[in-house]
Structures are given as structure tokens and as C-alpha cells.
T-cell receptor, first 116, second 114 residues
Framework: NAGVTQTPKFRILKIGQSMTLQCTQD?????MYWYRQDPGMGLKLIYY???????DKGEVPNGYNVSRSTTEDFPLRLELAAPSQTSVYFC???????????????FGPGTRLTVL | GENVEQHPSTLSVQEGDSAVIKCTYS??????FPWYKQELGKRPQLIID?????GEKKDQRIAVTLNKTAKHFSLHITETQPEDSAVYFC?????????????FGTGTKLQVIP
């Protein structure tokens, strides 16, 4: 199992450019998440998904979009990049069964994004 | 929604001493409480977790306690070692609208001084 993988590892964008951060998990997890972590700070939830075709906003969704067409993939789209989006982005996944038993989140290695 | 407060924000201990990090949560419906360790430049990784039907859980030098009545849970690290230096995050998981929602604390930077 590769677990949760993210690409790219690093990226520099110019203001106004767009890009997609890729996230894939091979653990058949139903839940997937996108977080951003600013230097020295905690994790802020951007978007999450409870299964293919279902997504919802987190704490800081403005400037981002997501889609979940398959169980494995959960890409994050940045439109019109701004310096405030400079951060480390973590994708995560977890499994919750129908009885509502929740389990740990597995995180990807992160994407370090700089917007200049 | 859920609100998780974590204290202290920074903690320095001498090697071999114990470290305690405390978290409080607001929603009594939360029923799963994981703790994650994040080393510098790395991803967060689970170190221990506890469910609401258990009051305490131990794994070698690490233990977590949960007080549902007071809505707080704590991480205890005994015999600290330099490799324990990292940022630790607590989290509370609740059901909202039939879906799992996870709220993280703001993190505690632990420094173990050799």
C-alpha cells in the first residue's frame, strides 16, 4: 500500500495562475480531506468528502474547489492564486463504517505551495 | 459546531521528565479523540487514540485519558526522549448531519532538552 500520495511536492505560482493539487489513496477509504497549514500554525480544513460524488466545505474554502469522481482521487483546484494561499497543503483519508465508527486519518506527505 | 482548545501552546521539559498536554471540547456528541505527532517538515501521524466508551488508554510511554463529564482529554508522555520533540495535535470527532466531522486543536510544540 502506498497510502496517501500527493503531487507535486513543491510548486511556485505567480499571482493569478491556477493549478490542481493531486491526491490519491489506495486504502479504499470513504472520507477524504484537504487541509492547509501555514508556518507554525495548525491544520485548517478546506474541503472534505464522505464518498465519491459528495463534497462539502470546511473552515476555509474560499479560493478553492474540489471534486470526487472516484473513491481514490480527491484533487484540489486553486483558481486565481493569491499570496495568501502560500501554505503547505495536506490531503488525508479515513474510514468510517455505517455504524458511525470513526478511525484515524492518514495524511499525505504534503505539497509546499508558494505564490509570488 | 465543535470547538477544541489545546494547552499549552509550547512546552519544554528535561529529558526523562513527563509531559502533559490538555484539550477540551465543546460538543458532547464527540466520540473519537485521536492524537497526532508532527515532526518538523513531516506529515501528522497518529500516535494514540481513545473512544468515548473508554476512560484511559496506554501504549508504552504514551497514555491518553478522557473525562467525558468535564469534556477534556489529555496526552501523557513519560520518560521523554529528544525524539519526542515535535508538534502534537489533539482532535475531536463528532457526527454532524450523519457525517463524521473532525476538529483539530491548535497544537503544542514540545521540546525535550537533552
Amino acid at each position: 500500500n502506498a497510502g496517501v500520495t500527493q503531487t507535486p511536492k513543491f510548486r511556485i505560482l505567480k499571482i493569478g495562475q491556477s493549478m490542481t493539487l493531486q491526491c490519491t489513496q489506495d486504502m479504499n477509504h470513504n472520507y477524504m480531506y484537504w487541509y492547509r497549514q501555514d508556518p507554525g500554525m495548525g491544520l485548517k480544513l478546506i474541503y472534505y468528502s464522505v464518498g465519491a460524488g459528495i463534497t462539502d466545505k470546511g473552515e476555509v474554502p474560499n479560493g478553492y474547489n474540489v471534486s470526487r469522481s472516484t473513491t481514490e482521487d480527491f484533487p484540489l483546484r486553486l483558481e486565481l492564486a493569491a499570496p495568501s494561499q502560500t501554505s503547505v497543503y495536506f490531503c488525508a483519508s479515513s474510514y468510517s463504517n455505517l455504524a458511525g465508527v470513526y478511525n484515524e486519518q492518514f495524511f499525505g506527505p504534503g505539497t509546499r505551495l508558494t505564490v509570488l | 459546531g465543535e470547538n477544541v482548545e489545546q494547552h499549552p501552546s509550547t512546552l519544554s521539559v528535561q529529558e526523562g521528565d513527563s509531559a502533559v498536554i490538555k484539550c477540551t471540547y465543546s460538543d458532547s456528541a464527540s466520540n473519537y479523540f485521536p492524537w497526532y505527532k508532527q515532526e518538523l517538515g513531516k506529515r501528522p501521524q497518529l500516535i494514540i487514540d481513545i473512544r468515548s466508551n473508554v476512560g484511559e488508554k496506554k501504549d508504552q510511554r504514551i497514555a491518553v485519558t478522557l473525562n467525558k463529564t468535564a469534556k477534556h482529554f489529555s496526552l501523557h508522555i513519560t520518560e521523554t526522549q529528544p525524539e519526542d520533540s515535535a508538534v502534537y495535535f489533539c482532535a475531536a470527532t463528532e457526527t454532524s448531519g450523519g457525517y463524521q466531522k473532525v476538529t483539530f486543536g491548535t497544537g503544542t510544540k514540545l521540546q525535550v532538552i537533552p
